[in-house]
């Protein structure tokens, strides 16, 4: 059997295809050092030799590991490529099936995830089968009409956090026929259930009058009724997640809160982005702590209607429990700070931020925007502006409740 010192050279050749095409081919790639690549490739070529693969996968033991290697069937460096990057080549899928895939999406967040991508609807796209993402074809310029246009869900290598887990997305068809629509009368919500953890469990809520059905007019199944179970679908975080139903018994201006905190993350990035998520998940029972950093991190730019209101909380309602949040938040962080680093193997995008920085972030960039943001937004919704400084000043029984009351003072 081949040792060290003769796979090494195949295995960084693979490892150096990989690195230009994830540059490539991947929207925003991590910033990977050469030592780093150097380091996976290292790594790597252990494992090979001693068959200590820790992909999991069920092919793994006639794969990822060199004694399995017959040369009469292939060569020692076309072995090594399919170990490294999957059978199939550089494609997602492929990728998914290789010894990186695994170290990468532990370091980095690299996943492979179906994303939304629309179909053009015009001709001259159709006949080149053009795709797009967000809600304009960057080719012709038409906008996305559901009537026309197919919406598929294409296996994609992303990075958590620049892409984000969407809506859920009703199916019309099976397998790669499928194509998608969006959830408008009927919709799914997230429901606690120990059999299904941790995946998650959805409950269909369906209007009392009318259910979804297929919008696309020249699908065969035009019009036909939702199935029994939707599927989730990754986005562009810049394109930004669309907001799942507000629940009814929420208020108007408690629902303008949740839906103005999701637009204000979702422009965020690198450690900004990991704080203000950090902090949407501590709470006065929870003291925060290094385990919650790695989960948020782990976790992506994934917030629920709750957690978005319990930032906004944090931002705004006392100011006093708000600065001794912060600070207890980064001094225990701080004590784990270089653990958090080394095992997280952090990006510079994500390190850990310092005091000075998080005060300067929240005096002014954040708490300047999501102000505005919130302002804007409540006067599309013909919300009073006193009642706007009635909750930064931290008075929101009313609101909480539901039984908000307008005020004719401005001054109050």
Request: aromatic share 10%; glycine share 6%; proline share 6%.
């Amino acid at each position: 059997m081949p040792e060290m010192f003769d796979i090494l050279p195949h295995v960084k050749k693979a490892v150096n295809r990989l690195r230009r095409w994830l540059k490539n081919f991947v929207e925003k790639p991590p910033h990977i050092t050469s030592a780093e690549w150097w380091s996976y490739a290292r790594e790597t070529a252990i494992m090979l030799v001693e068959g200590q693969c820790r992909c999991g996968r069920a092919n793994c033991c006639s794969q990822h590991d060199l004694a399995q290697w017959d040369p009469q069937e292939r060569s020692l460096e076309s072995f090594i490529y399919r170990a490294i990057i999957g059978r199939a080549g550089l494609q997602p899928n492929s990728i998914a099936q290789g010894m990186l895939y695994p170290l990468l999406r532990e370091d980095y967040g690299l996943i492979v995830a179906k994303v939304a991508f629309k179909q053009c609807a015009r001709e001259p796209c159709m006949q080149e089968h053009r795709r797009y993402e967000g809600s304009t074809c960057p080719y012709c310029g038409q906008g996305f009409e559901p009537s026309i246009t197919l919406v598929k869900a294409i296996d994609w290598l992303v990075i958590q956090g620049v892409y984000v887990a969407g809506p859920r997305w009703w199916a019309c068809g099976t397998g790669r026929q499928a194509h998608y629509y969006d959830q408008d009368h009927c919709h799914e919500s997230l429901v606690d259930n120990p059999d299904t953890y941790p995946e998650p469990s959805y409950h269909v809520q369906h209007d009392a009058s009318v259910h979804d059905g297929c919008p696309v007019t020249h699908c065969p199944a035009y019009g036909q009724q939702h199935g029994l179970r939707g599927t989730t679908l990754w986005q562009r975080a810049a394109f930004g997640a669309a907001a799942p139903p507000a629940a009814a018994s929420l208020p108007p201006f408690v629902r303008s809160v949740v839906e103005t905190m999701r637009e204000l993350v979702t422009a965020m990035h690198g450690w900004q982005a990991v704080w203000v998520l950090f902090l949407a998940r501590v709470d006065t029972q929870t003291p925060p702590s290094a385990a919650l950093w790695e989960a948020v991190v782990a976790e992506g730019t994934t917030l629920t209607e709750a957690g978005l209101y319990t930032l906004a909380e944090h931002l705004f309602f006392d100011r006093e429990k708000r600065k001794r949040l912060h600070a207890a938040a980064l001094r225990q962080l701080t004590a784990h700070a270089d653990t958090i680093t080394r095992e997280l193997r952090l990006s510079e995008e994500l390190r850990f931020p310092t005091m000075a920085e998080v005060k300067r972030f929240e005096t002014e960039e954040l708490q300047p925007q999501a102000a505005t943001r919130i302002r804007r937004a409540f006067a599309q919704r013909g919300i009073h502006e006193d009642e706007l400084r009635r909750w930064l000043r931290g008075d929101t029984d009313q609101y909480i409740t539901g039984t908000e009351e307008h005020d004719d003072d401005p001054h109050a």
